[in-house]
Every structure is written in C-alpha cells, then in structure tokens.
C-alpha cells in the first residue's frame, strides 16, 4: 500500500495538517486504487533553523483558509441575511450566475433578482467537496432548498448544487444550478 512523506516547517496547526493528510490520501486514491485506510501519509516536521533555502533560513508560510468552511460560512451568512459578513468574504471582481442570469456582481443585484422568485430560501447540505485548482480551490456544494413562494406557500426538497471558486481565502465566482423554476411551473 502507497506510503507518502511530506516534509514541512514547524509551526502548522494540527486542523491544518488534518486537512493536508487528508488532500494527501484523496490525491494517491485519484491515481492508485487503494482503499483509504491502506493508504499512510507522514508528516516530517523541521524547525525553521533546520531549513534554508538560498542559505538562508525561512519561516513558514501560513496554512490556507479552509475553502469549504468559507463556503459554508457564505452560505450561512446569506441565509441570516448578514451582507456586511458576506460581503467580507468576497474578492472585489467576485461574480455569481444563477439559472437564467446573466453573470450578477453585486448582492443587491442578487437581492433585486431573487425579490420576485422567493420570500426566502434555505439549505439543507448533503455534501461538501474541494479541490485543488491552478489559483485556490473549487468547492462544491450540494442538497437541497426549503423556502416559502412570494405568496407564502411553503416549497421544500428541490435540488440545488453551488459551485465556488475561491483563492486567497476570498470568493471569486459563485455557479448555482437548481430545479426552482422546473418546480414552480410545475
């Protein structure tokens, strides 16, 4: 079974090594089908005065953002409806495309878009995924909405999967597929 050893400096925390062993084992099982649990990973830890590079010694660079918790957490912020929380999340060229939009790149244009679809819309999370791209992370989302219709009837259980592309822990572009409309003229 596939042993893979990565060397890093000291001073990561332990969430941050838990998210690297765990993107180190997704990595060998895309290429090698090994189950998950014959797959080892180890991390060798340095102190910076063991490193040098251009005999010079280094400091660490920090750990990266978790992409899927600043997904999630701009889900949540959008949901209670908090834009300043939201708004501090995203890049300043961030870009959002729902079904039968064309791109939207302010929350107010989001707010005067969704005014006639919905009195409000929620949740439900099945699944998380990211990867790793060029610039940042991919994070996928997806399950299923519940709301009420401008006329308060309730709606529930219509599927929907986000799509956030993030880098330098900031939201750069939002990509939203669901069934409303195929559930509202039903």
């Known amino acids: 079974?596939?042993?893979?050893e990565a060397h890093i400096l000291e001073g990561y925390e332990?969430?941050?090594?838990?998210?690297l062993h765990s993107a180190l084992t997704?990595?060998?099982?895309?290429?090698?089908?090994?189950?998950?649990?014959?797959?080892?990973?180890l991390l060798h830890e340095y102190a910076s005065y063991n490193y040098s590079r251009g005999g010079r010694s280094r400091t660490p660079g920090?750990?990266?953002?978790?992409?899927?918790e600043i997904a999630?957490?701009?889900?949540?912020?959008?949901?209670?409806?908090?834009?300043?929380a939201v708004s501090a999340l995203l890049d300043p060229d961030f870009k959002m495309v729902f079904p039968g939009t064309e791109p939207?790149?302010?929350l107010?244009?989001?707010?005067?878009?969704?005014?006639?679809?919905?009195?409000?819309?929620?949740k439900t999370i099945e699944a998380t995924e990211a990867f790793p791209v060029k610039e940042g992370s991919v994070v996928y989302i997806r399950g299923t909405l519940h709301g009420e219709w401008p006329d308060g009837e309730a709606f529930s259980g219509i599927r929907f999967v986000d799509r956030l592309e993030i880098a330098g822990g900031k939201i750069l572009k939002q990509d939203v597929w669901n069934d409303i409309a195929e559930v509202r003229s039903a």
């Open 104 to 106: 939207m790149e302010t």
């Open 14 to 19: 332990p969430a941050a090594k838990a998210r």
């Open 72 to 84: 999630l957490s701009f889900l949540r912020f959008l949901e209670a409806r908090d834009l300043v």
């Open 1 to 4: 079974m596939p042993i893979i």
């Open 108 to 122: 107010d244009q989001l707010i005067a878009w969704a005014k006639g679809r919905y009195r409000f819309v929620k």
């Open 26 to 41: 997704n990595a060998v099982r895309v290429c090698v089908a090994a189950p998950e649990e014959g797959i080892t990973v």
């Open 62 to 68: 920090p750990a990266n953002p978790d992409p899927v």
